[in-house]
């Protein structure tokens, strides 16, 4: 079996990091990596210490609200948002970086992810919101898609 390309072994770590996660919609995983370092992992959730929508039930399902729209009705935290928390906690610096994530990142995070320095993300899946596209765009942040099988 040959080796996986870097993109496709952080890809890999992401998808195990999304299995941490308590949505009942989505499981999004996201890995920060720099010169072939993992530097943080976040996954989508409540905030810390908080009941889970898996305890609770989603209230985007109660409300009939749309797949990546509204994303303020949701009392989860992104996986993105919960990567970039994570270097800030530990005083890791994101610029630069490349993000690796499950599905196209909303338009909120695609402003976080700009405004954290990340330079680069890759992807593997799809989300409704494409927003995210045009923002990368206008702020020179390169976006890939991942074209791979699932291990």
């Known amino acids: 079996m040959p080796r996986p390309s870097w993109d496709e072994y952080f890809m890999k770590i992401c998808d195990v990091v999304a299995e ?3 949505c009942k919609r989505h499981n999004f995983g996201a890995v920060i ?17 908080m009941p889970h929508c898996l305890e609770l039930g ?10 990546g729209t509204k994303h303020e009705i949701c009392r989860g935290v992104h996986a993105e948002q919960n990567a970039i928390i994570q270097c800030a906690l530990h005083g890791v610096s994101s ?4 993000m690796y994530v499950n599905g196209i990142p909303c338009k909120i995070c695609a402003k976080i992810i700009i ?10 899946g799809d989300y409704a919101d494409k927003e995210a596209f045009e923002l990368f765009k206008q702020a020179g942040v390169k976006m890939d898609k991942l074209k791979w099988k699932k291990s």
């Open 33 to 49: 990596a720099r010169d072939k370092r993992l530097l943080a992992t976040g996954y989508n959730g409540a905030p810390k210490g």
């Open 20 to 22: 941490r996660s308590t």
């Open 95 to 98: 610029k630069d970086a490349t």
């Open 58 to 67: 989603c209230l985007r399902d109660e409300l009939g609200i749309p797949s």
């Open 115 to 124: 405004n954290a320095g990340i330079s680069r993300v890759v992807y593997s």
